[in-house]
């Protein structure tokens, strides 16, 4: 079965600071993988996916993320954060062909004016 | 389109009532999930149908819980007796088994047992 770790809980930074979070999942096959976001008191939305091509895959508010297969990774990257990044990021795994999507346990970014 | 609608928004409850927690599909889209999120473990996946037929329950935490899917715009979580430890939000999100199959998540139910 699939799982996904994300080590860092919690996250503080300054505005124009570079991100990185980091996400390791565990599946002995290939995978889609995924990003979403919740900002406070919201539903979870969608950052960027990956499901084949090129590692380096683009998302929506200047996010990227960079599937490293090697490393079971899928690293997510903002070379300049700002106050309104202040939210919850969850990476989630999914077997290529099945549909159950597994969630991390989530990382806390808070991003100070 | 108004995405994925889940009623109520808050609920809260004594130990021991039914809690019934609806969800209303993206038109169109064939496969529903239900999760739970709690500061502990996160998000659960407590279960998912596809074109109105549960395929994995395995994540149904014991048999207080129970979701139906009546037909494909319209789904139902029922915490029977409710305990103090089911308090969460409950997340249902739907996708199009044919497309990516990104799920889209709703806004929410946010579940509290005293």
């Known amino acids: 079965a699939q799982s996904v770790s994300q080590h860092n809980h919690h996250v503080i930074l300054s505005e124009a600071a570079s991100l990185e979070l980091g996400c390791n999942y565990s599946?002995?096959?290939?995978?889609?993988l995924f990003w979403y976001v919740q900002y406070p008191g919201q539903h979870l939305q969608l950052l960027l996916k990956y499901f084949s091509g090129d590692p380096l895959v683009k998302g929506i508010k200047g996010f990227e993320a960079e599937f490293i297969k090697s490393k079971f990774s899928f690293n997510l990257r903002k070379p300049s954060v700002q106050w309104s990044d202040t939210a919850e990021y969850f990476c989630?795994?999914?077997?290529?062909?099945?549909?159950?999507?597994?969630f991390g346990t989530g990382t806390r970014l808070l991003v100070s004016p | 389109d108004a995405g994925v609608i889940q009623s109520p928004r808050h609920e809260v409850t004594e130990m021991g009532q039914e809690v019934t927690l609806r969800c209303k599909p993206i038109s169109g889209h064939n496969s529903l999930f239900w999760y739970r999120q709690t500061m502990m473990r996160g998000l659960e996946l407590l279960i998912y149908?596809?074109?109105?037929?549960?395929?994995?329950d395995s994540g149904m935490p014991e048999d207080r819980f129970s979701a139906k899917m009546p037909n494909a715009s319209f789904s139902t979580l029922k915490i029977q007796p409710s305990e103090p430890r089911d308090s969460a939000v409950y997340f249902c999100?739907?996708?199009?088994?044919?497309?990516?199959?990104?799920?889209?998540f709703g806004a929410g139910s946010r579940l509290t047992v005293l």
């Open positions: 599946y002995g096959g290939t995978v889609n």
């Open positions: 999100a739907s996708t199009l088994l044919s497309g990516a199959n990104v799920l889209t």
């Open positions: 989630a795994v999914r077997g290529t062909g099945f549909q159950k999507l597994v």
């Open positions: 149908f596809n074109n109105n037929v549960p395929i994995d």
